[in-house]
């Protein structure tokens, strides 16, 4: 049987204070192009399978 739990190898990088605005800025704009793309894909793809129409 497979574990169920996986194992994450995890790097922490930088300290323990807050980000600054420069850093939030580039997250921010990081995950609202991710978002982005994600979507036109999505939209490409729900053009592509659209249920053809069949007359009876």
């Known amino acids: ?10 790097d922490f ?11 939030e800025l580039v997250i921010s704009e990081f995950i609202t ?3 982005m793309a994600l ?3 999505n939209v490409r793809n729900a053009k592509a399978t659209q249920p ?5």
Not at 13 to 23: F, T
């Open 33 to 35: 192009a991710r978002k």
């Open 52 to 56: 053809k129409k069949v007359s009876a």
């Open 13 to 23: 990088i930088g300290g323990q204070e807050a980000m600054s605005k420069e850093e």
């Open 1 to 10: 049987m497979k574990p169920k739990i996986k194992e994450l190898d995890v």
């Open 39 to 41: 979507a036109k894909k």
